[in-house]
T-cell receptor
């Protein structure tokens, strides 16, 4: 079975641009969570989606948004990119939003803002 | 509020030596605790997790961790380091909110180097 897949694996954007990151969960998993990992830090929770609805949000500005599709895949959007948005963005899927024990992480998307 | 503190951003050991990575947590309720490993340019792989019951938890690759409630600690150990253990290690605690939504709070990580 395929694990959690994220695309693209790497991308470079310019300040002020917009970016869309994608995540496909493990088959049967209905919840997707997004985390931001800045270099030298641990991952920080951004969003959690379940059954296409936002179930949780971390302390991130409104420039960050996300959505989940009927097939449970998800997109993370970041507008008006800042240099500080450069990070590894990790997606985790689970059966339901409370199932932190069953988290499976993808390999991440490395975003560089120049 | 829950939080995680990892003591030592960088730990260096010789091959064959004991590995000890320290983690202390703060939680107002009985926590779920985790150790993850991250190899360069990769995502997070679960090493082990503590929920309830036995306080000594065994994980993959010979790692284990002991939950000590009195010390609010969950230190990770391995009796004998291998070169392939060189990676970054993250301790995490589960945070739960109303309606069963939960997420993880991570420490800042400890980079483990293994010398030949």
């Amino acid at each position: 079975d395929a694990g959690v897949t994220q695309s693209p694996t790497h991308l470079i954007k310019t300040r002020g641009q917009h970016v869309t990151l994608r995540c496909s969960p493990i088959s049967g998993h209905k919840s997707v969570s997004w985390y931001q990992q800045v270099l030298g830090q641990g991952p920080q929770f951004i969003f959690q989606y379940y059954e296409k609805e936002e179930r949780g949000r971390g302390n991130f500005p409104d420039r960050f948004s996300a959505r989940q599709f009927p097939n449970y895949s998800s997109e993370l959007n970041v507008n008006a990119l800042l240099l500080g948005d450069s990070a590894l963005y990790l997606c985790a899927s689970s059966l339901d939003p409370g199932d932190t024990l069953g988290y499976t992480f993808g390999s991440g998307t490395r975003l560089t803002v120049v | 509020a829950q939080s995680v503190t990892q003591l030592g951003s960088h730990v260096s050991v010789s091959e064959g030596a004991l590995v000890l990575l320290r983690c202390n947590y703060s939680s107002s309720v009985p926590p779920y605790l985790f150790w993850y490993v991250q190899y360069p340019n990769q995502g997070l792989q679960l090493l082990l997790k503590y929920t309830t019951g036995a306080t000594l938890v065994k994980g993959i690759n010979g790692f284990e961790a002991e939950f000590k409630k009195s010390e609010t600690s969950f230190h990770l150990t391995k009796p004998s380091a291998h070169m392939s253990d060189a990676a970054e290690y993250f301790c995490a605690v589960s945070v739960f909110y109303g309606g069963s939504q939960g997420n993880l709070i991570f420490g800042k990580g400890t980079k483990l180097s293994v010398k030949p």
